[in-house]
């Protein structure tokens, strides 16, 4: 009798020490969210890297510009494998989901300048995937949260069309944007500048309709003499 006594004062002891288990084991102190300004200056940085060392393997390595010596990368002797082109896809997706959520934090915290930021970053890490990929995920990407874990591929004139609007959205929100002194320091492109942000923005926008000038599609013609008499 006093052994079953024992086991089940044991396996109540287990039970009880279990109560409020989460809430024990929760830091009072860790941040619930991340604030917008410090998802900015790694997500460009890190798309960067990953740019200048595709074009350094492309460039170089592989138009024999330099020869590696490690005898276990052979892109120099043109073998090509599936990461040289998986490399940039999963990179550029994976910042995407930082830049977007660049977008949530500004709009949870008001603010017109890390949305409008957050949207010029997006249609460019999204233009470099649709240029080099054609027709890729967009419109589903980056809601794993969601539930959308398998998004369906978007056609690139749609992606393009998309892509115009963010931008004419950045631009309106750069129109009545401001950064604290702080934020201004967490700026790594243009320290905070909103508009030379608003140049960037309408630079790219202008990039991309020479890309479909010669299609005849999306009146690219007028929208670029407009873009060039905005002050």
């Known amino acids: 009798m006093k052994k079953i006594i024992t086991a089940l004062l044991i396996v109540g002891s ?3 020490c279990t109560k409020d288990f989460s809430e024990l084991n929760t830091s ?3 941040a619930k969210f991340t604030t917008p300004e410090t998802l900015l200056g790694p997500a460009v940085h890190d798309v960067l890297k990953r740019n200048l060392n595709r074009c350094l393997r492309l460039t170089h390595e592989l138009m024999q510009v330099h020869v590696t010596i490690n005898d276990g990368d052979e892109i120099h002797r043109y073998v090509i494998r599936p990461q040289e082109s998986d490399y940039m896809w999963n990179n550029w997706y ?9 977008y949530i ?3 949870a915290i008001n603010s017109n300048a890390f949305m409008g930021i957050s949207l010029v970053v997006d249609a460019w890490i999204s ?10 995920p967009y419109f589903d990407s980056n809601k794993g949260r969601e539930g959308i874990l398998q998004p369906r591929f978007d056609k690139q004139q749609a992606i393009y069309e998309d892509l115009f609007k963010k931008l004419e959205e950045a631009n309106e929100l750069f129109k009545t ?3 604290s002194d702080n934020e201004k320091k967490m700026d790594p492109i243009y320290a905070g500048d909103l508009a030379k942000w608003r140049k960037f923005g309408n630079s790219l926008y202008l990039r991309l ?3 479909v000038s010669g299609t005849g599609q999306l009146n690219a013609t007028a929208k670029m003499l407009e873009i060039a008499d905005t002050k």
């Open 14 to 16: 287990l039970v009880s």
């Open 209 to 211: 309709l020479l890309r």
């Open 94 to 102: 994976l910042q995407l989901t930082n830049v977007r959520d660049i």
């Open 28 to 30: 009072k102190d860790g």
């Open 177 to 179: 944007a401001s950064l």
């Open 105 to 107: 934090g500004g709009d």
């Open 127 to 136: 233009s470099l995937l649709t240029d080099v990929y054609g027709d890729v």
